[in-house]
């Protein structure tokens, strides 16, 4: 009796310590080893409020629109260890990777996500001139260029980076359930585009992208397009209906500060990549409406979802996939194979960082400042 008496108190004792509350919070007591360590910067930038969310052991990086939630004004805290939980709120929910609420009295609310992705560092430069970069002084810089020759952008400073077809977008794409059929060369490092259509977690690895660079898809009932491009580094997803009109992307070939220009076929309009818009063509002066991504190493990818769909290499071409075909490119920071407008000294040109884009502005965030 006096041992299941000691047993009761015992457990009495645990669940009155992990469970506290401090500052209208609920604190659990945290594991000895810190399995992550998820770091918070709220801000305003251009009349909204910023919630940057990262956790540099996983290389998550991720920004919501905090003031527009429906509990503006609520105060957000990180949650450690408990993925793919990072975040909560004075109200006790509890937020997922995505911005979902998996528990609390608002479940099943979303946080807005902010429209944002990861880049080479130069790329934010050339096309936002002197943005807004996160721990560092701001710089002068020249005003981006303007259109010419019916362009939102300077056609005169294009250049041809392959001829129209030589790069062919993926429309049937192919995925693969099991990791058994997953080829070699995608191990632990390997970064991927990530998003979740309904239930649906789907999985882009940059080493098909960097030879396709645009997947056209329908899933769960939403028509988007997986863009991804290699000299820039920039990774991002848009919904594909546009003033009511299905886009079909694919590479035409045409690239601004070294980035990828996508040409709809079926209204003609062309867009930019980094800049998020339509530049010429029918759509001219469009913007994409961004669908929430995620750039992840591999082994992240496993630690956060149970299941996913990785996109495979089936696509009809016998192209070696596993070989960037830049050679060091992505690591070169002195090798650049096109101009850029604008040079920013604040951070080495490969560089992959986080950036935000409002009102045609960009906030962006060196990974470095959450190495801590």
């Known amino acids: 009796m006096r041992r299941i008496a000691y047993t009761t108190s015992l457990c009495l004792l645990l669940l009155i310590f992990s469970c506290q509350k401090e500052d209208g919070f609920t604190t659990t007591v945290q ?27 996983l290389g998550l990086y991720t920004a919501f629109i905090a003031g527009d939630h429906p509990g503006d004004g609520l105060v957000f805290r990180a949650v450690q260890d408990s993925l793919p939980i990072i975040l909560t709120d004075r109200n006790g929910n509890y937020y997922d990777v995505w911005g979902t609420v998996q528990h609390g009295p608002d479940k099943g609310a979303q946080l807005p996500p902010a429209q944002g992705m990861m880049a080479y560092w130069f790329a934010w430069g050339a096309f936002y001139p002197g943005c807004s970069l996160y721990e560092h002084a701001d710089i002068q810089a020249p005003e981006p260029p303007p259109g010419d020759w019916n ?23 192919i995925y693969l359930d099991r990791e058994i059929d997953y080829p070699e060369y995608l191990v632990d490092t390997t970064l991927c585009l990530v998003i979740k259509i309904g239930e649906e977690v789907l999985v882009y690895p940059h ?42 992307l694919e590479v035409s070939g045409l690239l601004y500060n070294g980035n990828l220009i996508a040409k709809d076929r079926v209204s003609g309009s062309h867009w930019s990549q980094m800049l998020h818009d339509a530049v010429q063509g029918p759509f001219s002066g469009a913007r994409a409406e961004s669908i929430q991504t995620l750039e992840l190493p591999l082994e992240s990818v496993r630690r956060l979802f149970r299941s996913f769909k990785m996109l495979s290499d089936q696509t009809g071409y016998d192209w070696e996939y596993g070989n960037f075909p830049c050679g060091d490119y992505c690591t070169n920071h002195d090798r650049m194979f096109y101009s850029i407008f604008f040079d920013d000294p604040r951070a080495q040109r490969k560089d992959r960082t986080y950036g935000v884009m409002v009102n045609g502005k960009a906030r962006v965030f060196h990974p470095k400042s959450f190495d801590n």
Not at 31 to 57: G, Y
Not at 153 to 171: C, M, R
């Open 31 to 57: 594991p000895a080893v810190q399995q992550t360590r998820v770091q918070l910067v709220s801000e305003t930038f251009e009349d909204k409020s910023l919630l940057m969310v990262a956790e540099s052991r």
């Open 151 to 173: 362009w939102q952008i300077p056609y005169a400073l294009f250049a041809q980076g392959a001829l129209p077809g030589a790069i062919p977008s993926i429309d049937q794409p």
């Open 207 to 248: 080493p098909v992208l960097q030879w396709h660079e645009v997947v056209n898809e329908t899933r769960g009932g939403v028509s988007f397009s997986v863009m991804y491009c290699p000299l820039t580094g920039s990774g991002c997803v848009w919904n594909r209906e546009v003033q009511g009109q299905t886009m079909e």
